[in-house]
């Protein structure tokens, strides 16, 4: 290949267990492959305080002063993103939400577009569905396009299992590789466009209290970047994100 691909694979898992091995495999099918694992247990990041400041006031009045922002240049600098964590709770592990937390500006102010990105869940029972469900959506709305997830059972360590998983696992990898060599145009899905006008809408509605949506929306007419979007699947768009802003419009105070 004529460019050396890079790919960071974020790794919620609290130690170097089944879900870090997965990752290890990975990075070791393909030489060719620039692949950095970020253990977030190994990171410096803070718990979330809630506070709302990075998303009304912009991300760098977030109080905590960590690691956070490593992340997300490593995030920027790759071709491509592996969400990986184990299933605690039928859900990711509590590293893995800390993160989703700690980026939850990005939902409002998404930035990865054309970035593609894959998740991966390792279970001992069940509930790996639930996690990528999970990650695939919450860093869609950072603008990742993914492809495909993996879900792996870690229960028996049995050859077979071990076998099973690295196929699947290495599968799903190739089908990322894939997706970012072919440099295809990605349109944004049918979700995408209504979250942008719903958050577009709140961004003008809350402009006082929360400015730095409304910076960031106030130039944005029908998406985040110029894209052509049919005359009736905008109107059907906006009628849903409509109905959407309506529901939130009768459940919160005046404050807004």
Not at 12 to 30: A, C, D, F, V, W
Not at 156 to 163: G, H, I
Not at 169 to 179: N, P, Q, R, S, V
Not at 195 to 219: H, T, V
Request: aromatic fraction near 12%; charge should be positive.
């Amino acid at each position: 290949m004529d460019k050396r691909i890079k790919i960071v694979a974020i790794c919620g898992s609290p130690h170097r267990g089944n879900t870090y091995n997965i990752l290890k495999m990975l990075e070791q099918s393909n030489p060719e492959i620039d692949f950095k694992i970020l253990m977030l247990t190994e990171l410096d990041l803070q718990d979330c305080s809630g506070c709302y400041s990075c998303i009304n006031n912009g991300e760098d009045t977030c109080p905590h002063k960590d690691d956070r922002d490593l992340i997300i240049e490593a995030m920027k600098d790759a071709d491509g993103t592996i969400f990986a964590s184990p299933t605690y709770a039928r859900t990711i592990s509590a590293l893995m939400k800390k993160f989703v937390e700690r980026t939850s500006f990005m939902a409002h102010r998404p930035i990865f577009f054309g970035k593609y990105a894959m998740a991966l869940a390792t279970c001992a029972g069940f509930g790996a569905d639930l996690t990528t469900k999970y990650l695939t959506e919450n860093f869609t709305q950072h603008g990742f396009h993914f492809v495909p997830p993996v879900e792996l059972m870690v229960a028996r360590k049995t050859e077979n299992e071990s076998n099973r998983n690295q196929t699947l696992a290495t599968t799903a990898y190739e089908k990322l590789i894939h997706a970012i060599c072919s440099e295809k145009k990605i349109k944004p899905s049918f979700n995408q466009l209504v979250y942008f006008n719903i958050f577009k809408y709140i961004s003008e509605w809350n402009k006082l209290k929360g400015w730095a949506d409304y910076e960031f929306y106030r130039d944005k007419n029908d998406y985040y970047y110029d894209v052509k979007i049919p005359f009736w699947k905008n109107k059907l768009v906006k009628w849903i994100a409509g109905k959407e802003i309506k529901k939130m419009k009768a459940n919160t105070s005046s404050e807004y």
